[in-house]
């Protein structure tokens, strides 16, 4: 095998397609962003919500069941 004369230098410049491939990776993430935000508005918007779903409304503290501090065992766990 032959050695070349002088050692391969890479050009000080990118060139044109490097160039045009930066600004597709930098345009591409720009409308991906822009599509994760659009879903996230659409989500939290009420009027795109699906209308048969029932209201519902905010319980008085009475009808709230505290839960447990110390639940009860499970017998299987007891007879282990």
Same mark, same amino acid.
């Given at each position: 095998?032959?050695?070349p004369?002088?050692?391969?230098?890479?050009?000080?410049?990118?060139?044109?397609?490097?160039?045009?491939?930066?600004?597709?990776?930098?345009?591409?993430?720009?409308?991906?962003?822009?599509?994760?935000?659009?879903? &996230? =508005?659409? @989500?939290?918007?009420p009027?795109?919500? +699906?209308?048969?779903?029932?209201?519902?409304?905010?319980?008085?503290?009475?009808? &709230? =069941?505290? @839960?447990?501090?110390?639940?009860?065992? +499970?017998?299987v766990?007891?007879?282990?």
């Amino acid at each position: 095998m032959t050695q070349p004369d002088e050692p391969y230098h890479a050009p000080d410049e990118p060139s044109e397609s490097s160039l045009w491939r930066g600004i597709g990776v930098v345009a591409l993430l720009i409308v991906a962003a822009f599509v994760v935000w659009w879903a &996230i =508005e659409l @989500a939290g918007d009420p009027a795109t919500r +699906d209308l048969d779903e029932p209201e519902t409304e905010p319980l008085e503290p009475s009808q &709230i =069941e505290p @839960a447990p501090i110390f639940p009860e065992p +499970d017998p299987v766990v007891i007879a282990a």
